[in-house]
């Protein structure tokens, strides 16, 4: 089997927005969280993951790094808590902050919270399979993502390099009328 090309695509550093649609079980999610953890313990970058609604947070949230823990690196430690995700390198540094997790239906909320030197933001799921009758795009769905966007990549003097965040936006489907595609003017 072939996984998704993570290396080719991290390669469009000019890109703001970056979709990338492809089959269930091509490596999409595990890639970009493998890389978001790479980041982490190279540069001290975090990532900001993103669900629709507030109730997916915890859902999300739970075993987060279950997978990568056990395949990629295990002698880390991963935790989840209020919204943040943690990680331990040795008992003897404890716990540091690695990434934020947020609902675009809290997009108000965000405006309120200070986010600190993330690289990037990750909506999985973007494009919601149309045979799924239990999900919904929100009313003004690009326009929250577009706020969320600003809120968590406010410019940081002391970080310039990250005013150059990429949101990826992860699905197994295309869609026509998925309000991104509209929005970004993917036809």
Same mark, same amino acid.
């Given at each position: 089997?072939?996984?998704?090309?993570?290396?080719?695509?991290?390669?469009?550093?000019? @890109?703001?927005?970056?979709?990338?649609?492809?089959?269930?079980?091509?490596?999409?999610? +595990?890639?970009?969280?493998?890389?978001?953890?790479?980041?982490?313990?190279?540069?001290?970058?975090?990532?900001?993951?993103?669900?629709? +609604?507030?109730? #997916?947070?915890?859902?999300? @949230?739970?075993?987060?790094?279950?997978?990568?823990?056990?395949?990629?690196?295990?002698?880390?430690?991963?935790?989840?808590?209020?919204?943040?995700?943690?990680?331990?390198?040795? #008992?003897?540094?404890?716990?540091?902050?690695?990434?934020?997790?947020?609902?675009?239906?809290?997009?108000?909320?965000?405006?309120?919270?200070?986010?600190?030197?993330?690289?990037?933001?990750?909506?999985?799921?973007?494009?919601?399979?149309?045979?799924?009758?239990?999900?919904?795009?929100?009313?003004?769905?690009?326009?929250?993502?577009?706020?969320?966007?600003?809120?968590?990549?406010?410019?940081?003097?002391?970080?310039?390099?990250?005013?150059?965040?990429?949101?990826?936006?992860?699905?197994?489907?295309?869609?026509?009328?998925?309000?991104?595609?509209? @929005?970004?003017?993917?036809?």
């Amino acid at each position: 089997m072939n996984y998704y090309d993570w290396p080719k695509t991290f390669s469009y550093s000019k @890109a703001k927005w970056v979709f990338v649609i492809s089959a269930r079980g091509y490596g999409k999610t +595990y890639g970009i969280r493998k890389q978001c953890v790479r980041d982490y313990i190279k540069k001290g970058y975090r990532f900001c993951e993103i669900v629709r +609604y507030k109730s #997916e947070v915890p859902i999300v @949230a739970k075993g987060y790094f279950n997978k990568l823990q056990r395949q990629e690196f295990p002698e880390f430690s991963f935790k989840y808590e209020a919204n943040q995700f943690y990680i331990m390198r040795s #008992e003897k540094k404890g716990w540091e902050l690695i990434g934020y997790i947020g609902a675009l239906t809290d997009e108000q909320l965000a405006k309120k919270v200070t986010f600190d030197k993330v690289k990037r933001m990750i909506f999985d799921e973007a494009v919601i399979e149309h045979k799924d009758r239990y999900k919904r795009y929100l009313p003004r769905e690009f326009s929250r993502l577009v706020g969320l966007r600003s809120s968590v990549t406010r410019p940081d003097p002391e970080h310039p390099e990250l005013d150059k965040s990429v949101v990826y936006l992860l699905g197994n489907a295309v869609d026509y009328t998925c309000p991104l595609f509209e @929005a970004l003017r993917i036809d």
